[in-house]
């Protein structure tokens, strides 16, 4: 996921999702008041439907007291404001605090609701004037993200006023027809294509309650809220019981590992196959095969009805045909999935973009781990066909040059030039300093082929196909040895980053190399010189494993990826080790993220952070431009924690086992229980 084009803080934003839309608000429960940041808004199908949204108290502004993102629930967003001094507009002056509002807000099925309460503290009656000003200008998600267009737009009609909704309409260049309607419980005073007005009294002690529905629809009521607030809950419940509990003697840790499912939860998307997690807010209401599909590998152990889901739809998404501007060809996986108006009149390619080399040998990979966990083998009846599209995209797409190595090259005007997970410009290059130059031949590409390749034989194995079978594990030992023969460099101490378009190797110490041991393309007596690499001062910051070495010239620790820290990235580090038994080093990974999440509100992981080295004095540093929630960052928790105690799920007794009997100093004792039936899975 490459950089937005500026560089707003993404910090302060509070955000609500659900399906294909999702609503970033201020810490006063505000949109629009900072026009800087490209983001705030309500957007339904990367369309945004409201682009201000500001609570006015006299037509000044209410003062910040609390804002909460989401309740334990998952489902309520909350903020606390008060008043400061005014003068009503009869003249009569209130003194600060005497007036408390409750913001409260959720999302369903592409509409807002909000609910205010107001309540007055002071000794006397008060008397005032609130409301709001607001604008819809659906802005294309594109144009927000880059701030300029180079077609014009469609036309948005003069707005038709009703006693108690304001509807906008838009008629788009892709034949699309979009609305916006605002729909208030109570008549405002005063209502305008901008603004509403309420003139309320309240006698001491007194409240007042408004609710206000936003939405796409022209019959939506505002007094929906309380009926939607249940469903919501439901469903947020519904979702829930698909994971396993996982119960530790530690608070902190047990608060950890809540709230980063509860996250993984909003961040989810019903599809026809089931749940799929959306890549993250507020830049990533998406579809993303990547970090879906590693999302999967890391909760596989304890939520594999998400994982089929994710398996489905990106079954449903598979490319067809070639299609040079979308980076598609026959049997590859979606890289993202968007459905904007600049995407459907093709000004950029992302309504199926395919600019991934790496989702297709994932995808194989993780339907390989399902199967081994669940033996759902009926589910496969419906997969195989797509696994060997996919299996034979590798072979047949995937490595273009037929050298036995999996390469990208973009083929379009748009879309990304690097297309690894680390997919930003400078993200690929030499010991110099120069970039390397396409068709780019990545070391963890190879790493997940080869691991594919196992996967795609054990899935033949078991759907009776002993041809392809053994034609997959020739090709795993094959590239195993051609693998291990050109890209290792003792020098270095790992695998080198990359092959250039020339075969030179890209001689740099990167975090990519640990992505191998995951894989299990790493000899054995090869592994513990990976592990000693990744764990030096230069590569382990003390908070994770840097993405690049401090030794190396593009080293830079609040770049996006040369030198910051991924947890996802560090989580299949992690698990990588212990695949070569090293569960001190992934404990010790397991601890550092940990503290990590502590450094932030309500323990939720961000995208990323600076790779700074740790202090007893300062604290990490945060990136600015780092998305909260993001999707493979809270499935982190769940695999470092699988890791460092290796745990795997017995198929024949219905049961966890470990193979470290070391918890996390912190931690006594540990119970993992299956919610449907109470039945307990693992104590430790």
């Not at 909350?78 to 001094?85: A, P, V």
């Amino acid at each position: 996921m490459s950089l937005p084009a500026s560089y707003q803080s993404y910090q302060d934003l509070l955000t609500i999702k659900h399906n294909d839309a999702f609503a970033a608000f201020d810490k006063n429960g505000n949109i629009g008041v900072d026009e800087n940041n490209e983001f705030e808004g309500f957007f339904v199908n990367d369309m945004r439907h409201l682009s201000k949204w500001n609570l006015i108290f006299e037509d000044a502004p209410f003062s910040h007291l609390k804002a909460l993102p989401l309740q334990s629930d998952g489902v309520i967003m909350t903020h606390h404001l008060r008043n400061d001094e005014f003068y009503s507009h009869d003249n009569v002056i209130f003194a600060p605090q005497s007036c408390h509002v409750l913001r409260q807000k959720l999302l369903y099925n592409d509409t807002v609701y909000e609910r205010i309460e107001i309540n007055n503290y002071a000794t006397e009656r008060m008397s005032f004037r609130f409301g709001y000003d607001f604008e819809v200008d659906f802005c294309d998600y594109f144009v927000a993200r880059q701030k300029f267009r180079h077609r014009k737009t469609g036309r948005i009609k003069k707005p038709v006023l009703s006693e108690k909704t304001v509807c906008f309409d838009y008629n788009g260049l892709d034949k699309i027809d979009r609305s916006t309607t605002i729909a208030f419980s109570h008549k405002p005073q005063n209502l305008k294509h901008d603004k509403a007005r309420f003139n309320i009294s309240l006698n001491p002690k007194e409240q007042f309650t408004l609710l206000v529905a936003i939405g796409q629809k022209k019959r939506i009521q505002g007094n929906d809220f309380y009926d939607v607030l249940q469903k919501k809950k439901n469903e947020h419940l519904t979702h829930g019981l698909e994971w396993k509990n996982i119960d530790t003697s530690s608070g902190r840790f047990n608060t950890w590992l809540n709230n980063s499912k509860n996250a993984l939860i909003r961040l989810s998307s019903l599809k026809p196959g089931g749940i799929f997690p959306y890549a993250g807010l507020p830049r990533f209401n998406a579809a993303f095969g990547r970090d879906s599909l590693i999302v999967g590998l890391q909760t596989l152990w304890v939520n594999d009805a998400m994982t089929k889901g994710i398996l489905h739809y990106l079954s449903e998404t598979q490319a067809t045909h070639t299609d040079a501007e979308s980076d598609a060809q026959p049997g590859k996986i979606i890289h993202e999935v968007r459905h904007s108006e600049m995407c459907h009149v093709g000004e950029v390619p992302f309504e199926h973009y395919y600019g991934s080399v790496d989702s297709t040998p994932l995808y194989v990979m993780l339907a390989a781990a399902y199967l081994e966990k669940t033996q759902d083998k009926e589910t496969f009846q419906t997969l195989w066909p797509h696994l060997k599209a996919a299996l034979n995209w590798i072979v047949e797409y995937g490595d273009s040059d037929k050298d036995g190595f999996i390469e990208y090259h973009k083929t379009g005007n748009g879309g990304h030039k690097n297309q690894g997970w680390k997919d930003n410009a400078s993200a690929l290059f030499h010991a110099d300093g120069s970039f390397a130059q396409s068709p780019i031949a990545l070391c963890e590409a190879q790493g997940y082929a080869y691991a594919a390749y196992k996967g795609g034989a054990y899935i033949a194995e078991h759907m009776g196909d002993g041809k392809a079978a053994a034609e997959w594990k020739e090709r795993a030992n094959t590239l195993y040895k051609k693998f291990n023969r050109v890209f290792w460099d003792n020098e270095i101490g790992g695998y080198v980053l990359a092959l250039d378009k020339d075969k030179n190797p890209c001689r740099v110490r990167t975090s990519n190399m640990g992505h191998l041991l995951y894989c299990g393309i790493v000899p054995e007596n090869r592994a513990h010189t990976i592990v000693r690499t990744l764990m030096d001062d230069d590569m382990f910051s003390g908070w994770g494993i840097r993405t690049a070495s401090m030794r190396e010239k593009l080293y830079n620790p609040i770049s996006y990826h040369n030198g910051s820290v991924w947890p996802h990235d560090v989580s299949l580090i992690a698990a990588g080790m212990t695949k070569y038994g090293f569960f001190d080093q992934a404990m010790t990974l397991l601890l550092a993220i940990f503290d990590a999440a502590q450094q932030f509100e309500h323990m939720i992981l961000p995208e990323l952070f600076c790779g700074y080295e740790r202090s007893e004095t300062d604290p990490l540093v945060q990136v600015p431009v780092s998305c909260i929630p993001q999707a493979w960052s809270c499935g982190a928790p769940f695999l470092l924690l699988q890791a460092s105690l290796g745990i795997n799920y017995n198929q024949k007794t219905k049961s966890y086992e470990a193979r470290n009997d070391k918890l996390p100093h912190f931690i006594n004792k540990l119970e993992i229980r299956c919610p449907k039936t109470g039945e307990i899975l693992l104590v430790k």
